[in-house]
């Protein structure tokens, strides 16, 4: 089955710090593989993702994250951690069909 | 544009009782998701339809959960008997296939306690 892995339940980073949300995957053929944001009492809204092509993603707010093939990782970063970047981060792999499956979250909290 | 709209936002019930979730997808999305999100388990895919066709049900707890897609612009996930531990927040998601991105939008989501 598809799945992906989130090591850390949590991720402390002060203001302005570089941050990285850790991701793994375990898939059978080429990963399709996603990061989605997910702000208190909200749905979860699409940030990045890869399909094929460059290993360094550019998405929304800032966010990047690198495929890594020979590691299996998917790693989420910014360059500088804002206080609003504090949120529910959720990686992501095509499972059957269209649908995808999630990992468990990784809270992010950012200092002033 | 409207995005995915969920009702009710908020349910509390006693266990025993019926409930039932609503969901309208984005105008023109053909495929439609149910995932039910709890501290323990993280998020988990319920069903899916496409084109109002329910593709993959095996991650429906039991019996007691529902789902149906009348019509493309609604669908209905309904447990009965609802359980304590059905509580959760439950979130549909639609997207469009045919410009298929990986992007699933999202509603707000149907926070459910069962007492």
């Known amino acids: 089955a598809q799945s992906v892995a989130q090591p850390e339940d949590q991720v402390n980073v002060a203001e302005g710090n570089p941050l990285t949300v850790k991701c793994t995957y375990s898939v059978s053929g080429n990963p399709y593989l996603f990061w989605y944001v997910q702000y208190p009492n909200r749905g979860l809204q699409f940030l990045l993702k890869?399909?094929?092509?460059?290993?360094l993603v550019k998405g929304s707010y800032g966010f990047e994250a690198e495929f890594n093939k020979s590691q299996t990782s998917f790693h989420l970063k910014k360059p500088s951690a804002l206080v609003s970047d504090s949120a529910l981060y959720f990686c992501?792999?095509?499972?059957?069909?269209?649908?995808?499956?999630f990992g468990k979250g990784t809270s992010l909290l950012v200092t002033p | 544009d409207a995005g995915v709209i969920q009702s009710p936002r908020h349910e509390v019930t006693e266990m025993g009782q019926e409930v039932t979730l609503r969901c309208k997808p984005i105008s023109g999305h053909d495929y439609l998701f149910w995932y039910r999100q709890t501290m323990m388990r993280g998020l988990e895919l319920l069903i899916y339809f496409n084109n109002n066709v329910p593709i993959d049900d095996s991650g429906m707890p039991e019996d007691r959960f529902s789902a149906k897609m009348p019509n493309a612009s609604f669908s209905t996930l309904k447990i009965q008997p609802s359980e304590p531990r059905d509580s959760a927040v439950y979130f549909c998601?639609?997207?469009?296939?045919?410009?298929?991105?990986?992007?699933?939008?999202f509603g707000e989501g149907s926070r459910l306690t069962v007492l």
């Open positions: 998601a639609s997207s469009l296939a045919g410009a298929w991105t990986g992007e699933l939008f």
């Open positions: 992501a792999v095509r499972a059957s069909g269209y649908a995808l499956n």
């Open positions: 890869y399909i094929t092509g460059d290993n």
